[in-house]
């Protein structure tokens, strides 16, 4: 169990084979498109404090328009759906292994460090 800022205990529950939060095998991809939202932030330890925020509870998409660097902010970080080219891979690697629902800790791409949320 760790805290976050706020002093609110969290506990992570990752897969130590994919460093992603839940199981190690994602969701089904249907029709070759993946619906998912993110948070984009500069720098790490800003991602890890935000990502300690949402496993204490937070709301993803409150913590997405506040801090995020992506325009998607404006929609709760919501990317919509999208192909496996539209994507950077680290990104659409990471969507790949989340199920539903589920939120990935900090994934690096050349853009800064991605939040993830899958949503369909």
């Known amino acids: 169990m760790g805290k976050n800022k706020y002093g609110k205990e969290y506990q992570k529950k990752v897969n130590p084979s994919t460093g992603q939060k839940g199981g190690s095998k994602g969701d089904p991809i249907r029709g070759g498109k993946i619906k998912a939202s993110h948070i984009l932030i500069d720098k790490f330890s800003r991602a890890t404090e935000i990502y300690e925020d949402l496993e204490a509870g937070e709301k993803f998409e409150s ?19 999208f192909s496996k080219g539209d994507m950077v891979s680290e990104f659409w690697n ?15 791409t050349q853009h800064g460090y991605h939040i993830i949320k899958r949503t369909g």
């Open 63 to 81: 913590l997405a328009q506040q801090y995020s660097s992506c325009p998607s902010k404006k929609k709760g970080g919501n990317l919509g759906d």
């Open 94 to 108: 990471a969507c790949s292994k989340l199920k539903v629902g589920e939120i990935s800790q900090p994934v690096k």
